[in-house]
């Protein structure tokens, strides 16, 4: 069977209006746990900044400063990766307002 070039294949759904990450906000996604940051830890290591995949940790000169809760997804990677012996950040439950009203 011959396969269809890229040119002869049947176009399927195309989004004209699909933002981008600035736009659309990423926080809208977590469900549970945020990061909290505990300064005092902090060595400035920026690796919380590095792998954080929605450029969601704030920071200010050489400086980290906390989160930006609007992109934060609650993924947990820069609790994950940080460094010091006493982590500093931690990852804490939130309420969740479910569609329904609840929460969770
Ligand atoms: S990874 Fe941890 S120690 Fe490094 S900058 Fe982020 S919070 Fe600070
Ligand atoms: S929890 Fe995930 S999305 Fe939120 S700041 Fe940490 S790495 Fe970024």
Same mark, same amino acid.
Request: negative net charge; glycine residues 10%.
């Given at each position: 069977?011959?396969?269809?070039?890229?040119?002869?294949?049947? #176009?399927?759904?195309?989004?004209?209006?699909?933002?981008?990450?600035?736009?659309?906000?990423?926080?809208?996604?977590?469900?549970?746990?945020?990061?909290?940051? #505990?300064?005092?830890?902090?060595?400035?290591?920026?690796?919380?900044?590095?792998?954080?995949?929605?450029?969601?940790?704030?920071?200010?000169?050489?400086?980290?400063?906390?989160?930006?809760?609007?992109?934060?997804?609650?993924?947990?990677?820069?609790?994950?990766?940080?460094?010091?012996?006493?982590?500093? #950040? #931690?990852?804490?439950?939130?309420?969740?307002?479910?569609?329904?009203?609840?929460?969770?």
């Amino acid at each position: 069977m011959k396969k269809e070039t890229w040119k002869e294949l049947t #176009i399927g759904t195309i989004n004209p209006n699909a933002g981008n990450s600035v736009q659309n906000h990423t926080g809208t996604w977590r469900s549970g746990t945020k990061p909290e940051f #505990i300064e005092e830890h902090c060595i400035h290591c920026f690796f919380c900044w590095l792998y954080c995949p929605h450029f969601a940790v704030v920071i200010d000169g050489d400086k980290v400063k906390g989160f930006n809760y609007d992109y934060c997804t609650g993924c947990g990677l820069c609790a994950e990766e940080c460094p010091t012996k006493e982590k500093s #950040i #931690i990852m804490v439950k939130e309420n969740v307002q479910l569609a329904g009203g609840g929460e969770e």
